[in-house]
Nanobody, 120 residues
């Protein structure tokens, strides 16, 4: 069974960088046909796809977040990570990591999510 677990600080100061890591077990992040994705849900709002990294290490970002988002991976640890720069009071959300099928928005495995707040 595939499991994903987010980790990272739950509190970030405005203008700083949010950094989260997703540790994957039960599958390799280099397995073909799957992408590894970050999705967030602000309070009271819907899900927002942020970006993902392919099994080959190629990255894709939401156009609205592209300028301040960076997704990378550590294949030796079977982890992939998110950095979101210059956070503002619009960025508090539950952040999820997920496995998606290549070429689709279909998520077959989710992490539990981690709440990140922004406060000075």
């Amino acid at each position: 069974q595939v499991q994903l677990q987010e980790s990272g600080p739950g509190l970030v100061k405005p203008s700083q960088t949010l950094s989260l890591t997703c540790t994957v077990s039960g599958d390799s992040i280099t397995t073909d046909y799957y992408y590894w994705t970050w999705i967030r849900q602000p309070p009271g709002k819907g899900l927002e796809w942020m970006g993902n990294i392919s099994n080959r290490g190629n990255t894709y970002y939401s156009p609205s977040l592209k300028s301040r988002t960076y997704i990378y991976r550590d294949t030796s640890k079977n982890q992939f990570s998110l950095q979101l720069g210059s956070v503002t009071h619009d960025d508090p959300a539950v952040y999820y990591c997920a496995r998606t099928l290549r070429g689709s928005a279909c998520v077959d495995y989710w992490g539990r999510g981690t709440l990140v707040t922004v406060s000075s």
